[in-house]
């Protein structure tokens, strides 16, 4: 169980507001953060097979049907994907090795003005 809880969290963050700390200061090189030592690391929903891929598919399929509870919607979900044939996700991985020449072709920008088809 996460000790954390996001109201944890927010506490911890206001406590280091209210008393002036820095993070940086607190946590020096080990701090992940647009204005720390370590920045974000690269990230592109171009290469994220559930962004490009899995959540259109998914959708396309699960939402045909009028799901009256969570339970239900969480089976069908399953039931999807346990349907999803091995020659689509050979397809998808030979795809992802394409978009991931485009991305470091444009230099690692979002691929916005490209259409892949899978």
Not at 110 to 115: M, P, Y
Request: aromatic share 12%; with cysteine; charged share 25%.
């Amino acid at each position: 169980m996460n000790r954390y809880t996001p109201r944890k969290r927010a506490e911890i963050v206001k406590f280091f507001y209210q008393n002036n700390l820095s993070f940086i200061r607190i946590f020096p090189g080990r701090l992940i953060s647009k204005n720390a030592d370590i920045a974000y690391p690269p990230w592109s929903p171009d290469l994220t097979v559930s962004d490009f891929c899995l959540l259109g598919y998914l959708k396309d399929r699960v939402f045909v049907n009028n799901h009256r509870t969570l339970k239900s919607l969480k089976d069908n979900i399953r039931e999807e994907i346990d349907r999803i044939p091995p020659e689509m996700l050979e397809k998808v991985m030979k795809n992802i090795l394409k978009r991931v020449h485009y991305c470091i072709n444009a230099g690692g920008v979002h691929l916005v003005d490209i259409v892949f088809s899978v």
